[in-house]
């Protein structure tokens, strides 16, 4: 085969390529209408008028919906689509193992529990504050904390190399966790923070539009990811993105060429960390209630999967590995509901429990070993880091 | 005097691996540093460069004592390494390379002239210009990791074994246009095994066994040198 052929298949089966191709006022008006697609995600009138057959009676057909909480399902997803965009700052552009970036979450959610909670122990007890804040307001708090917490996890650890930052990452979400669970100073424990805030807004009939119902909540964290896709973006193709790179690639070879390797480190880190806070405060304005169990360590194995799977190092990576991690095991749950896939099964007197959502991580373990042997480069890869991995294998099993 | 190494000693954990290690490099020259593995001869690169903190001891450079300076302000100064195993970028394109290998500078219109001054240097890289780092031979990325330094447009240019690894023409190369950038005016301080031709090429050249600089001289004095020619060069 000529190299023109393998470039001609290759032009024909990259869509990104194609995508690239198109007059830029097309590639506005495609990314637009997938936009507006996506906000219409969880309504009814998605499926009805773009021909996906309902079935009688009411609610959506689970083969491709997750049932009637599909708004829930989305927004969850939502959220960890954040926390996988941050930990790829972190881990996909400058290369830092994070084990604990769930840590982040937490700081977050309590941030905004703490403080827009009525019931908070920061009014109730300290007289630290008269009356709860407002839910936005504490978001940028909320951020500037979790930033803060990565800095000074980030200030000893990322002058080391290679597992240490691993050992301590991990280290640090579980020591917020325990700490949360054991003392009662002021995030109690396991009772947790009840009756924390929502963002704000009414309706035009003046019902508040943040509150049982999930379709809003997973507008926001839309719209939040759109506005963090874009930032991300941007850095990554500055001088600060380049410099994550290089330490990425070869952290001595980019201190060679005079990139400050440890500022660098530190900022991607940092970023990282916000964009996690900042999930864990849209979590919160949800979630009405925040308690320790929630941090539990598999959340943050759940993220580090979720970028490994979409491709360490590419956004729609990240988003993809985000929506695959929370979604495939709703989705298998109501599939395996039509099916009539038991939640549980007997074996003598054992209860063994079954369901697709407490399987999920052996289905994730399989799905994993499947991808990194079949496709290590992840779902949807950056070409840079294919290239990159390409390189490690040759240094490993060197071709001749 | 450019570069003006006074006394140092180095450290991993509790092993020395340098012994007072004093010597100079004066503007214009190419210095070699030759002597068998585990001399210490790519220790004294590290330490020079910054990826390697000094125990004790002063590193000048134009008289300014810079062995506290950050390993990335000391490339700001005029100091760049290429490093040992080349260590070029994997993923990104050669021309990415060079961009990186000016990280620290500012003004477009001079990078370019510098990437076309290196591109005639090495009409290789020019072929290979988007293609990926990882993807060059030894050679190629020996070619790309002496140009990447290049474009710091750097003082002094310190060369870790340019020639490791790689096939004798290729070497042979390497070294003619290694002489060729110190007639453009770049010193250079180059650390090598192949002493034959580190020796045949260099104004003058230091000899390390241990941790310890045993003998200096200029190059052709070294290359005929009883001692040093039974040591490394391979002649009784």
């Known amino acids: 085969m000529t190299t023109e052929t393998v470039k001609k298949q290759r032009w024909k089966l990259n869509l990104r390529d194609r995508f690239q191709d198109m007059p830029k006022p097309a590639r506005i008006a495609a990314m637009v209408v997938f936009v507006v697609l996506l906000y219409l995600l969880p309504t009814k009138a998605f499926y009805e008028n773009l021909g996906f057959p309902i079935p009688m009676g009411s609610g959506y057909l689970p083969l491709y919906t997750t049932g009637s909480d599909m708004a829930g399902v989305l927004f969850q997803c939502g959220y960890y689509i954040l926390l996988a965009l941050g930990l790829n700052v972190v881990l996909g552009y400058a290369g830092l193992l994070d084990l604990g970036f769930f840590g982040f979450f937490a700081v977050g959610a309590y941030t905004v529990a703490l403080l827009t909670s009525p019931e908070s122990k920061l009014i109730t007890e300290y007289n630290w504050l008269e009356s709860p804040w407002p839910w936005l307001l504490t978001v940028p708090i909320a951020i500037a904390l979790a930033m803060l917490s990565g800095v000074l996890l980030g200030w000893p650890t990322l002058r080391l190399r290679g597992d240490y930052l691993a050992i301590v990452t991990l280290g640090f979400a579980e020591i917020i966790r325990i700490v949360a669970k054991n003392q009662d100073w002021i995030l109690n424990g396991d009772r947790g923070i009840p009756s924390v805030g929502h963002p704000p807004g009414t309706w035009p009939d003046g019902e508040p539009i943040f509150e049982l119902e999930f379709t809003p909540y997973y507008w926001l964290v839309l719209t939040v990811i759109i506005g963090v896709i874009f930032l991300i973006r941007n850095l990554a193709n500055s001088r600060v993105g380049r410099a994550w790179v290089a330490i990425r690639e070869d952290e001595d070879a980019a201190e060679l060429m005079g990139v400050p390797t440890f500022k660098f480190k530190l900022w991607a880190f940092a970023i990282g960390a916000a964009i996690g806070g900042l999930s864990g405060s849209l979590w919160a304005g949800q979630a009405n209630f925040v308690n320790s169990a929630t941090f539990s360590l598999e959340n943050s194995i759940l993220v580090l999967a979720a970028v490994l799977l979409g491709g360490a190092g590419s956004i729609g990576g990240a988003i993809l590995g985000g929506f695959l991690v929370i979604y495939l095991p709703e989705w298998l749950r109501s599939v395996g509901d039509v099916f009539g896939w038991p939640t549980q099964v007997q074996v003598g007197n054992i209860h063994i429990d079954v369901s697709p959502t407490s399987l999920r991580f052996v289905i994730f373990g399989a799905l994993l070993i499947v991808v990194m042997i079949y496709r290590p480069q992840g779902l949807w890869p950056n070409r840079r880091r294919a290239a990159e991995l390409k390189d490690r294998q040759k240094e490993v099993a060197p071709v001749e | ?236």
């Open chain 2, 1 to 236: 005097m450019l570069l003006e190494i006074d006394d140092i000693t180095l450290h991993y954990g509790r092993i020395q691996a340098l012994h007072g290690i004093s010597l100079h490099v004066n503007e214009g020259e190419v210095v070699a540093l030759i002597g068998a593995n585990g001399a210490g001869k790519s220790t004294i690169m590290r330490a020079i460069s910054g990826l390697r903190a000094v125990s004790s001891g002063a590193i000048r450079f134009n008289g300014e004592d810079i062995s506290k300076v950050r390993a990335d302000l000391r490339v700001a100064r005029g100091i760049c390494q290429a490093p040992e195993g080349r260590g070029v970028f994997p993923g990104m394109s050669v021309q990415e390379n060079l961009e990186m290998g000016a990280y620290i500078r500012r003004d477009s219109a001079a990078i370019a002239q510098d990437m076309e001054r290196v591109f005639g240097l090495f009409p290789r890289l020019l072929e290979r210009r988007k293609q990926a780092g990882g993807t060059l031979s030894g050679g190629e990325q020996q070619m790309l990791a002496v140009g990447r330094a290049l474009m710091a447009r750097p003082k002094l240019l310190l060369l870790d074994e340019p020639s490791m690894g790689l096939a004798p023409m290729i070497i042979q190369q390497i070294f003619t246009i290694i002489t060729e950038i110190n007639q453009q005016g770049t010193t250079v301080l180059l650390v090598e095994q192949n002493a034959q031709q580190a020796l045949s090429r260099a104004h003058r050249a230091y000899v390390l066994e241990t941790g310890n600089i045993v003998k200096e001289g200029t190059g052709a004095d070294l290359l005929h040198d009883p001692a040093v020619k039974a040591a490394y060069l391979g002649v009784a």
